[in-house]
């Protein structure tokens, strides 16, 4: 709380820097592509048969997502994750191309495990309906923390409000952000799907899911931040930071 309340002080007002646009995708072939079975020191496993398992990922994309992890478990105060469980990394996609997972620069997140407990699962095609109220949200909540997270180090995280299809995880690439940390584009909709939930799930600052950058959005982010020491919305330079960073850790001040 104190770091960002410092940040918060050294804000300026003026707009951070525009958002990279998307580069043009070009997929690549499996042997071009490097092996991997853990995020630093957690072992993935493949969520349709539930076993260890190893996936083909860019080099560069993996040590990306390394990074995140340990930003993770160092960040969120929930339990020490041993296993993601994942849909996969890289696809053959053939002659259509028309994925990141093609080009070994995507990542599927379907559950953080310690042992037989999950610590996060992003299946909320399981969790959506379930009859315990408390458990229900404790789960929503521990997601909204996680896309948190991924959307600070990536600017492309497909959460279940993108479409249907990623109702049982979490999609991240770096097609966007690409070799850097993510910005605040106010025209990306699943950005915008970032800030509205969290403002409501995570803070409890009631906002309307229009998928807008208006003034609703613009006024929860404000109350948000001003709880997190900081000034201005999240459109406001380094404030898109601040406002990830402290809705990492709510899920478990809550929980």
């Not at 804000?11 to 592509?33: D, F, I, N």
């Not at 969120?76 to 053939?94: M, T």
């Not at 915008?192 to 009631?206: G, N």
């Not at 709510?250 to 929980?255: E, M, V």
Request: proline letters at 3%.
């Amino acid at each position: 709380m104190g770091a960002l309340a410092s940040a918060g002080l050294l804000l300026t007002g003026c707009s951070g820097p525009p958002a990279p646009t998307q580069e043009e995708l070009e997929c690549t072939t499996k042997s071009a592509l490097t092996e991997f079975d853990h995020l630093g020191d957690a072992a993935i496993v493949y969520e349709v048969d539930q076993r260890a398992s190893s996936f083909s990922i860019e080099p560069n994309f993996l040590a990306q997502m390394e990074t995140w992890h340990l930003d993770w478990q160092a960040t969120s105060d929930l339990p020490h994750d041993d296993q993601v469980w994942s849909y996969g990394a890289f696809v053959r996609d053939g002659l259509s191309c028309d994925s990141w997972h093609g080009a070994g620069r995507a990542f599927d997140i379907s559950q953080l495990r310690h042992g037989d407990d999950t610590i996060v699962s992003c299946r909320e095609d399981l969790w959506a309906e379930l009859g315990d109220v408390a458990r229900r949200d404790d789960l929503r909540r521990r997601y909204w923390s996680l896309a948190a997270s991924l959307h600070l180090h990536f600017a492309y995280v497909l959460t279940y409000l993108y479409d249907p299809a990623h109702r049982n995880h979490i999609h991240v690439d770096n097609s966007v952000s690409r070799s850097g940390m993510s910005v605040f584009d106010r025209t990306s909709r699943v950005q915008l799907h970032m800030v509205q939930t969290a403002c409501a799930v995570l803070w409890d600052v009631e906002v309307e899911p229009s998928e807008q950058w208006d003034r609703q959005t613009r006024n929860a982010s404000h109350v948000v931040l001003e709880k997190l020491g900081a000034h201005g919305d999240v459109g406001r330079s380094d404030n898109w930071e601040a406002f990830l960073r402290g809705c990492v850790p709510r899920a478990a001040a809550l929980s």
